[in-house]
Structure formats: structure tokens, C-alpha cells
């Protein structure tokens, strides 16, 4: 809570409507007073606020009763995205969407601005002239959603940022031992505090770091632990996030039949299951499968990655099958080289590491050996390649 932003929101309508100083606060207050309300040098008192912004035909909430109910709507806001509660925080949205606006105009008016993006996922950072009136904790949630995560964690070095912070750095392949360290600090604080589902995903986004690796001992060991948590918390959803991570490294490095074990078992597959799937098939020679799990692959939907981008990785796939020399086919490597291009621009790492090998095939295969020279020494994760 600000007492010092209403200035700010009386600035800026003051200003849209192009509006002296003079003029709005005339048998109010001082111009010197209301100048020093607008920067944030001093508070307002309540009847002078009521006053101003029923002069600017705002409506301004800060009664006991608003203020009790914001404050406890707010409290609970915070509570649930700190501790990673999907599934509270959805429950949360409708009696936010209620009272948002209450408290859009009132002193909880930065919070619920704030919020509002991570209730409702639109995460858009607030207008830059708000900054000079946030807290510690609202500032950080800024840097957030600014993509400034490391400088988040620093303003406010709870488990959520530290979690959110080494999520980041490992999604967009940067040092595995700076992503990794943010997630351990963030699963021993998380502990200390209490924040069990912050731990679950604190683990298992280092059991990622190691998967991204092809690390295949140290993966497990983290889920390990990840499945003990995701069991204990009943989250299904990451749990089959787990397991196909870990047929997915089966499956890169080598390990085929492990890898198709888990993909041929799936009950309900989505498409990258059916993808994986293929792929497994392609490497065992079991052709009929693979064209199969691509067949069912055509007729659905995605949402992770896109449908367009999950279509040309199976497109991919079924190009190899149906062309024995694809290595000699142009539009393969031209669908190729899209696909990986695409995967390095919106998707989390792992997704280019595993079309990274196919990419050096390419490249090897029409002697451009330098062009493969500096993809491996460029790419963020430094992993074994293997391909047969």
C-alpha cells in the first residue's frame, strides 16, 4: 500500500485534461501542497483527497471498509503468487476482477495494478512513471515483468524471485551454474519458509538443467526428489512433465528403446509425445509406428510449443522417413534450419539442443563445416552429440 501514489494519479489525470494546478486545487489546498501531493513529497490528507479527485470526477475508496477488504484480497494475492499457487490464484481471479476497481482507486492501487498481470497473465510492466512510488516488493515485481530478473531477486531476494530468476536463466540457456545456484538458494529458503510447491519446482527445473545436459545421473537425482514432492502435493501435471523429460534425454542420447518404452505407453499423448514417439521409432527402424504416431499427430491440437512450430518439428520427422537422402534435399535443410531458428527464438532452450545434432548433420553432410564449427561453439549449453 502507497499513500503518496494518489498524487501520481492526480497528476496524470490533471494532465489529460490539461488542467493548472491552480485550477484544480482552487478553495481545496495550496498550489504548493497539491505540487508536493503530485511529486510524492507528502500525503495527502483524506478529505483533501476526496475532494481533489471528485473534482477530477475520480472515485477514490479509502473508507475502512474498502480498505479492510483490500487489504486482506491483496494479502491473499501476494500469498499465492509467492508461493507458486496456480491453482489459489485462479480461485482468486474472479473476486479480484470484482473489487479491481476498488482498489484501482484506492491506496492498494500499485498492488492491484501489479497483480492484475499475474493473476490474469497478461504480464505487462506498470507505466514507468509509477516506479518512483513502489516499494521494494513492487519493484521488483516490476523488474520482473520488465524481464529483469536478477536485479528483481536483488530488490527482494525471496524464494519466488530467486526460483523465477534461475527458471529464466536456464529457459534461455544462459550459465547452468547461475541458473542452478539461484534454484538451490531458492529450494533451501523455500524450506525454511515453508513454500513446498516453490521447492517442487525449484528441483525440477535443476533436474531440467541436467536434462538439457544429457546428464542423465544427475537428472535422475533431482527427480527423485521431484516426484516424492509432486506426489506428496498430487500434481499430476508435472509429474508427466517429469517423465517426459526423461524419456526425452533417454531418446538424446541414444537409448532408444528406454525412450520408447515411455512414449508407446502414453495414454492420452499430445503431440510432442506422438513426436518423440516417432522419432524413437525412426531410430529402431519401425517405420510403420512412426508413420502411425505421425498420422495421429496431424489431426490435433497444441498449445506448447504452437501448432504451427509442433506440425514442422513432426514435418521434419516424416521428411527423413519419406526420403531415404534427405541429406541431399534443400527444403529438408531449409525446414530445418526454420524449425531450429524458431526454437532458439521463442521456446525454452532444450527445444534447439534437441534439434541441435540433425542441425550439425545438415551442415556436415554439405560440407559446411564452419558453419557447424561456430553453431557448436556458440551454443549456450555445452552437451554431447550424438547422432547415428
Known sequence: MNFLFPGAMI?????RRNWSQEGLCEGICAVSYLSKIEQGKAEAGSEILRLLFERLELPWYDDELTMTVAESLIS?????????????LEMLRAEFSEKEAFISNSPYALDGTLLHEFLFRTY?????????????????LQRMLQGRHEEAMRLYPCPYLNLMTGIRLYEQGGSDAAALGYLRRAYDMA?????????????????????????????????????????????????????????????????YEEAYAYFAQVQQPAIMDLHKLAICCEKLGRRGEAFAALD?????????????????????????????????CPQYGEQLLHVYRECRRKMPIGYAAFHLPWVLEWHTAARQYR?????????PIRLPIKQD
Do not use: T, W
Open 11 to 15: 497528476r496524470k489525470e490533471r494532465m
Open 76 to 88: 491473499r494475492c501476494y500469498d499465492a503468487l509467492f508461493s507458486c499457487d496456480d491453482k489459489r
Open 124 to 140: 505487462e510492466p506498470a507505466g514507468k512513471d509509477m516506479e518512483p512510488f513502489l516499494d521494494r516488493r513492487q519493484l521488483a
Open 191 to 255: 524450506a525454511e519458509e515453508g513454500y513446498v510447491r516453490v521447492m517442487l519446482l525449484a528441483r525440477f527445473y535443476m533436474g531440467n538443467c541436467y536434462c538439457n545436459r544429457i546428464d542423465i545421473e544427475n537428472m535422475n537425482a533431482h527427480y527423485l526428489i521431484v516426484e516424492r514432492l509432486a506426489r506428496a502435493l498430487e500434481d499430476r501435471e508435472l509429474l508427466r512433465d517429469m517423465y517426459y523429460n526423461k524419456a526425452s534425454a533417454c531418446l538424446e542420447a541414444g537409448r
Open 296 to 328: 495421429r499427430a496431424e489431426g490435433m491440437e497444441a498449445a506448447y510449443p504452437d501448432l504451427q512450430l509442433s506440425r514442422q518439428m513432426c514435418g521434419l520427422v516424416r521428411f527423413r522417413l519419406e526420403h531415404e537422402d534427405y541429406l541431399q
Open 371 to 379: 558453419a557447424a564449427y561456430e553453431l557448436l561453439r556458440d551454443f
